[in-house]
């Protein structure tokens, strides 16, 4: 079944500078890549995702990036403000199942 | 326009003792999900309904059951609960594969 991986498990970046979470996948049939980001207490929720046929996709400050021949993905914040800091997941799924399976998320503290 | 709704918000159970989670959606959405989450685990998938009337096994199934009542509602229920089932616990739901997750607010289980 799919695997996947997510580094780093903690990340304390300076405000305004950028943060990079990246994730890899085991399984080559996954092709929908969703970020969610989740507020301490609260319910994950949905920030961006892209799809197989899409190498990178932006909105806003947001940016994820797709490399299906190495099977990794990536989280890109850039000018992180305060209300950045929260736990972010990848996960990964394919169109033929409905699994949706996530990363171990990673812990995104900015520093002011 | 509820959402996804999960009762109870919080639960204290002892060892050996049952209960049901509870999960209700008004979004009209055919996949629904149960996930826990763990510290530094990340979301792990317990079980999940690609549509009424079928269940699957996710990636932690054992200890649970569940039930896809109709299309709106899909229910957890542990037999015999174990200190290791303490967790938080989420539903989601999404339109179809390869679709956003729409999250609960989920579930705080202690089992002493």
Redesign the interface.
């Known amino acids: 079944?799919e695997n996947v991986e997510?580094h780093p498990?903690t990340l304390s970046v300076q405000e305004g500078d950028s943060a990079v979470i990246k994730c890899t996948y085991s399984d080559s049939a996954s092709?929908?890549f969703?970020w969610?980001k989740q507020e301490l207490g609260?319910?994950?929720?949905?920030i961006i995702?892209i799809?197989s046929n899409v190498g990178e996709k932006k909105d806003q400050r947001i940016a994820v990036t797709l490399n299906k021949t190495a099977k990794h993905f990536s989280l890109h914040i850039t000018e992180t403000q305060p209300e950045d800091s929260a736990v972010y997941?990848c996960a990964a799924?394919?169109?033929?199942?409905?699994?949706?399976?996530?990363?171990?998320?990673t812990r995104l503290s900015i520093r002011p | 326009n509820a959402g996804v709704t999960q009762t109870p918000k919080f639960q204290v159970l002892k060892t050996g003792q049952s209960m049901t989670l509870q999960c209700a959606q008004d979004m009209n959405h055919n996949s629904m999900y149960w996930y826990r989450q763990d510290p530094g685990m990340g979301l792990r998938l317990i079980y999940y309904s690609a549509s009424e009337g079928t269940t699957d096994k996710g990636e932690v199934p054992n200890g649970y059951n569940v039930s896809r009542l109709n299309k709106r509602e899909f229910s957890l229920r542990l037999e015999s609960a174990a200190p290791s089932q303490t967790s938080v616990y989420f539903c989601a739901v999404d339109r179809d594969n390869n679709s956003p997750l729409h999250f609960g607010n989920g579930t705080r289980l202690t089992v002493t």
């Open positions: 079944g997510q498990s092709n929908y969703p969610y609260k319910r994950p929720q949905l995702d799809r997941f799924s394919k169109s033929s199942a409905s699994k949706i399976i996530f990363g171990s998320g």
